[in-house]
C-alpha cells in the first residue's frame, strides 16, 4: 500500500487547507483511515480518522473546526481544515489501518502562521 499526501503549505492564522490522501494498492474492505501530525519535539497524535463504515472520530483539539472524508471508491481520504491556528502546524501524516497492517504516507507540511 502506497500513500501520498498532498495539499499542505502555508497559511495565515484562521485560514484554511484541504489535505488530500490518495491510497493504492491492495487495501481490505474493512478499515480506517486517518490523519495524525507530529509537531517539531512532539510525540505523533491522532488528528482525525473515518472507518470504512464512515464513522468518524476527532482529536478534542480540532473538534468543529476539521472535517475528514472519503471518496466513495474508499481509496482517497480528505482532510478539510479551516479557522486554522498556529499550534496547528505540524506535519501531518495519512495513515490506513487494515487486518494486514499500518501504512504510513511521506507527510505534508502544514504551517500556520500568526
Known amino acids: 500500500v502506497q500513500l501520498v499526501e498532498s495539499g499542505g503549505g502555508l497559511v495565515q492564522a484562521g485560514g484554511s487547507l484541504r489535505l488530500s490522501c490518495d491510497a493504492s494498492?491492495?487495501?481490505?474492505?474493512?478499515?480506517?483511515m486517518g490523519w495524525y501530525r507530529q509537531a517539531p519535539g512532539k510525540q505523533r497524535e491522532l488528528v482525525a480518522h473515518?472507518?470504512?463504515?464512515?464513522?468518524?472520530n476527532y482529536a478534542d483539539s480540532v473538534k468543529g473546526r476539521f472535517t475528514i472524508s472519503r471518496d466513495n471508491a474508499g481509496n482517497t481520504i480528505y482532510l478539510q481544515m479551516t479557522s486554522l491556528k498556529p499550534e496547528d502546524t505540524a506535519v501531518y501524516y495519512c495513515?490506513?489501518?487494515?487486518?494486514?497492517?499500518?501504512?504510513w504516507g511521506q507527510g505534508t507540511q502544514v504551517t500556520v502562521s500568526s
Open positions: 473515518i472507518t470504512s463504515g464512515g464513522s468518524t
Open positions: 495513515n490506513v489501518l487494515d487486518t494486514h497492517g499500518a501504512y
Open positions: 494498492g491492495t487495501i481490505f474492505s474493512i478499515n480506517v
